[in-house]
């Protein structure tokens, strides 16, 4: 679901980038007043779930790929607005070092995998497991509203793909960015993510919710079932233990090269070189040819002369440990706030 | 209304219309500043508990990445470097990683723009090797001094078979920064106090800070070393070296692993 560079047109990239801010100055506000500052980094936490469980691709047959997000899981264990922050802070690291997504498509990226995603999983599961302390109901609302969130969020995504070429294309007609009208986007992007995506990020935040909340989470405070608040407020009275957390990240690491059986690129990911041979089209879109694009460290985390295996698993550990660097300096330069309550 | 038959004189009646001229004064409280900021740093760093591994080992596990590092013609083990500071980086408290980013930052840009010609002439890949190798680097010595006890650091210099007289000055070294940096922050803010108004001779004044300072650090030498003396001080300095503990045995592990790495990388391909 990461539009790469030049697919989508700058106008298109200016607009996303312009509904983001507001919702990113909404997310950085409250989360700077409703998670305490020593719980900040647990979001580069949640990140770093997010960027793992996008390197795990799902191959669909048919040649494309496509991953789990994890944003609604997020947005599950920290509410929607960390969640904001976190998938962007992931889908940034992933644009800037690894070349998965685009620099000037971020904004789009990060309105559909950061807001749209994380924002409307949460609603539905709100909407499925309202107070209920029982877990099969939570559990039952964090599969259906994952599945909701990344199928709304591809759609989106669909979207932005479809109108390109009826708002951009030369005298002859031809696409200037993506070559492809709505009605090829959308069930190109939709049946991917009905079925096998849509799964395995059901598969992927159902079982790392469970776990966390069974292991990972103090019995001792007493309402263990509960995590998030009414309000989407996090608990304070509880404690996520860390080293669970940490063993289970290491053993995802692990297991990330398994990302890589799956061959072939995603939809509406091909680079300006494959995108002839694969797609069958008979030209190049003039701007996605020729098109600005950044080159990046690790392009699509490989490195030349590397086995994959162990360049993606290196790629792994650099993308997490920068993603935790970035919100432990975060939470410290937030001004801790005494809270004249807690005894 | 005008007080009369009163004790107060009549010169204190008077309106005062003095205002002091505006001073530039800006240079003292730069130089403070950075004084205190130094001096704040030493007494954090003195306040620094027993850290998980050994200080002897962290030393010789930077020097020895430092070397490996930067002899490399593999770049890949230079990526794995990378890799394995940025874990170490990550589990650091927020703050030091600030301070430690914080300096390594500006070391890379510096570097950056040290090769920015050979950049420009097509050599594209001096840019990451370069850069990327003085980053790490850096890194490294950061993490190293955020988080042990500098005269833990010193009396780890042993193992590298260091002259005892070498590691007694750098430990005096050590100490007499933090205290002439204190005498110095008193007496600038002895200048600052005692200025009003214009005050011209107050950059005379600053290099009478340097000389007293000198003068007093002479003075307390002297004291220093007869103290050392009348306690049977004869010229040898055996400083205790500190311990291994048993955390070192991961730090050993990945020794032997980044070294096995390193030769199978740079020799065996």
């Keep these: ?343 | 209304m005008i007080i009369k038959d009163s004790y107060v004189p009549e010169w204190m009646l008077q309106e005062e219309k003095y205002s002091p001229k505006m001073d530039h004064d800006g240079f003292i409280i730069r130089s403070l500043m950075k004084i205190m900021s130094l001096l704040s740093e030493f007494r954090s760093n003195a306040a620094l508990k027993q850290s998980y591994f050994s200080t002897r080992a962290k030393l010789i596990a930077t020097i020895l990445l430092i070397i490996l590092e930067c002899t490399s013609t593999n770049m890949f083990f230079v990526y794995i470097i990378f890799a394995v500071v940025m874990v170490a980086l990550s589990t650091l408290k927020g703050q030091s990683i600030r301070k430690i980013i914080g300096s390594a930052m500006p070391a890379a840009v510096f570097s950056a723009l040290i090769v920015l010609p050979a950049f420009l002439m097509g050599n594209h890949n001096l840019m990451v090797t370069v850069v990327l190798r003085v980053f790490i680097s850096v890194t490294m010595i950061g993490i190293m001094s955020v988080t042990s006890p500098w005269n833990e650091v010193t009396g780890s210099l042993k193992v590298f078979h260091l002259p005892d007289i070498f590691i007694l000055t750098f430990d005096l070294t050590l100490k007499f920064i933090m205290i002439l940096g204190d005498i110095c922050t008193n007496m600038m803010t002895a200048i600052r106090l005692r200025s009003v108004g214009k005050n011209n001779r107050k950059e005379s004044a600053l290099s009478g800070v340097m000389g007293t300072t000198f003068l007093k650090s002479h003075q307390m030498s002297e004291e220093l070393y007869g103290a050392m003396i009348c306690r049977g001080f004869d010229g040898k300095y055996n400083r205790r070296s500190t311990r291994f503990n048993k955390h070192d045995i991961i730090i050993l592990i990945v020794m032997i692993i980044l070294v096995l790495l390193f030769i199978f990388l740079n020799f065996m391909q």
């Design chain 1, 1 to 343: 679901m990461h539009i790469p560079e030049n697919y989508l047109s700058p106008a298109t990239c200016a607009v996303m980038t312009a509904v983001m801010v507001p919702v990113w100055v909404h997310a950085v506000k409250k989360v700077n007043t409703e998670i305490p500052k020593k719980d900040v980094p647990m979001i580069g936490v949640g990140a770093a779930f997010s960027f793992l469980g996008m390197m795990f691709n799902v191959p669909l047959p048919g040649g494309t790929t496509g991953h789990a997000v994890g944003g609604t899981l997020i947005a599950l264990l920290l509410g929607p607005n960390a969640a904001c922050l976190a998938v962007t802070v992931a889908l940034l690291i992933q644009a800037l070092l690894f070349g998965d997504g685009g620099i000037l498509s971020f904004g789009a990226n990060c309105f559909n995998m950061a807001f749209v995603l994380p924002y409307f999983g949460y609603f539905i599961y709100r909407l499925i497991a309202g107070k209920s302390e029982k877990k099969s109901r939570q559990l039952l609302g964090a599969a259906v509203g994952s599945y909701a969130g990344i199928n709304l969020a591809a759609f989106c995504a669909a979207i932005e793909f479809g109108i390109q070429p009826y708002l951009f294309h030369d005298a002859a007609g031809k696409a200037l960015y993506c070559p492809y009208t709505l009605n090829v986007s959308i069930p190109a992007m939709m049946i991917g993510h009905l079925t096998l995506f849509g799964i395995a990020e059901i598969v992927y935040t159902v079982a790392v919710y469970s776990y966390v909340k069974t292991i990972a989470v103090n019995k001792v405070s007493g309402n263990a079932g509960k995590m998030v608040s009414e309000n989407g407020i996090v608990d304070n009275s509880q404690n996520i233990k860390k080293k669970p957390i940490f063993i289970l990240m290491a053993v995802l690491i692990a297991l990330v090269p398994i990302g890589l059986l799956a061959q072939g690129t995603a939809w509406g990911e091909w680079g300006s070189d494959e995108i002839m041979k694969i797609t069958g089209l008979s030209y190049v879109p003039a701007k996605l040819g020729t098109g600005w694009s950044l080159s990046s460290v690790f392009p699509d985390y490989t490195m030349a002369g590397i086995p994959d295996a162990i360049a993606y698993i290196m790629s792994a550990i650099v993308g997490v440990a920068i993603m935790i660097i970035v919100f432990k300096v975060a939470s410290s330069l937030i001004k801790g706030k005494t809270d004249y309550q807690v005894k």
